[in-house]
Every structure is written in structure tokens, then in C-alpha cells.
């Protein structure tokens, strides 16, 4: 294992070893609902890089509440390595979401793409593509809020199959 390997390491077991941090419950709520606000932002973008890149951000806000939850603030140490996304982090600190973060983090790249496209005029997301990560978006904030114990609305998409 590298130095750089064992130090992000041992930064992750900092933050998620110990008694789970109960955050405010606002902040939690908060995050939720920006992620519930994302996707139905999304559901009504028409161009499909921004419903991707809307339902992506709003899986990343969701991703942050788990987060909040589950790991506790680190203390700045000199020459620490930080986890290099929060996909990684929720892998490691939710296992039963890390399939999920796999497959969000997997995304990121396109999602970088899909914003840059938006910018330039460039379509590099399918209708269908956008439309598929929009509903797996809303179903990863589902599954978020039942693992936090969170009431979860169903159905948010205004988009029907086409």
C-alpha cells in the first residue's frame, strides 16, 4: 500500500470510526429537500444534459445527508489525504449504499461532460440516458431516506417513459 494509499486510509477510519455523529436535524432535512427540489427541477429541464446533470447533483445531495449522518467532521492534519469523492466516502461508510456509489461515481465523468456540453452547445447525453439517470436518481433519494429513517416521497419525475 502506498504512503498516499495509507494515509487517506487511515483519514477515513478517523471520520467514521466512533460514535455516529446525530447532526442537526436541519441540515439533514435541508440536504433532503435539495435533493427532492433537484429532481423535479430536472424532470422539467428540456435539454437531456441538464436533466443529467440535475439528477446526478441531486443523488450527490442526497449522498451528502448519508454523510452528515454517518461521519464525523476530521480535524485539519498537516499532509492529510482526503477521500477523493463522496461516492467513495458513502461506499465506505453506507456498504449498503456502495453499489449505488459505484454507480454515481461511475457517472461523474459524463456528468462533467454533460455540464460542459450545456456551456458549448454540444448535446453528449441521450434523451433516454438522462431520463434513465433521472430515475435512478430519484430512486437512490428514496432509498436514502429510508435508510436515514426519513419519510421519502415517490414518483417526483413529471417525465413519462417514451
Not at 65 to 89: C, D, E, K
Amino acid at each position: 500500500m502506498t504512503e498516499k494509499a495509507r494515509a487517506e486510509e487511515a483519514m477515513i477510519e478517523e471520520a467514521t470510526t466512533g460514535p455516529v455523529r446525530r447532526p442537526a436535524t436541519r441540515s439533514v432535512a435541508e440536504l433532503l429537500a435539495a435533493a427532492h427540489n433537484g429532481l423535479l427541477v430536472a424532470s422539467l429541464e428540456q435539454r437531456p444534459a441538464q436533466r443529467y446533470v440535475g439528477a446526478h447533483v441531486a443523488a450527490l445531495r442526497a449522498a451528502a445527508a448519508v454523510l452528515a449522518v454517518r461521519t464525523r467532521p476530521l480535524r485539519g492534519r498537516p499532509g492529510s489525504v482526503g477521500p477523493r469523492s463522496a461516492w467513495t466516502l458513502l461506499g465506505r461508510v453506507a456498504p449498503e449504499l456502495g453499489e449505488w456509489a459505484v454507480f454515481f461515481a461511475a457517472g461523474a465523468g459524463r456528468r462533467q461532460a454533460a455540464e460542459l456540453g450545456i456551456e458549448t452547445g454540444v448535446e453528449v447525453v441521450s434523451t433516454r440516458d438522462a431520463d434513465d439517470l433521472l430515475r435512478d436518481a430519484e430512486t437512490f433519494v428514496a432509498l436514502v431516506e429510508t435508510t436515514l429513517g426519513r419519510p421519502h416521497q415517490v414518483g417526483l419525475s413529471l417525465r413519462t417513459v417514451s
